[in-house]
Nanobody, 131 residues
Framework: AQVLVESGGGSVQSGGSLRLSCEVS????????MGWFRQAPGKEGEGVKE?????????????AYADSVKGRFTISLDSAKNTLYLQMNSLKPEDTALYYC???????????????????WGQGTQVTVSS
């Protein structure tokens, strides 16, 4: 079974940057569509479907971004390290959330940012942005 482990979260001031990593084990990440999702403060106990899709990369390397992060966040996959990254620049207080990486065998096109189409999830890493 695929195991996803996120790291790189932390606390930064508004305008700062962070890079999240998601190490994938148990299978090659290139066989999957991979995505980054986040869950806002106070909603951590809610279901997977409530997680906001913010960035994804499909099996062909095509990327998709939510409007809220477009131009500020960049998703990438290092196949040699089997690790997914999310470079986050120009962070805002509203980016504060628990960030998850996820994998899907079939998500594509308009489904890439939809949480219910992803079957494997990491445990999450907290990002806090102060003003």
């Amino acid at each position: 079974a695929q195991v996803l482990v996120e790291s790189g979260g932390g606390s930064v001031q508004s305008g700062g940057s962070l890079r999240l990593s998601c190490e994938v084990s148990g299978d090659s990440a290139r066989r999957y569509s991979m995505g980054w999702f986040r869950q806002a403060p106070g909603k951590e106990g809610e279901g997977v479907k409530e997680r906001e899709g913010i960035a994804s990369i499909d099996k062909k390397g095509n990327t998709a971004y939510a409007d809220s992060v477009k131009g500020r966040f960049t998703i990438s996959l290092d196949s040699a390290k089997n690790t997914l990254y999310l470079q986050m620049n120009s962070l805002k207080p509203e980016d504060t959330a628990l960030y998850y990486c996820a994998a899907s065998l079939y998500a594509a096109g308009g489904w890439l940012l939809v949480a219910r189409h992803y079957g494997a999830w990491g445990q999450g890493t907290q990002v806090t942005v102060s003003s």
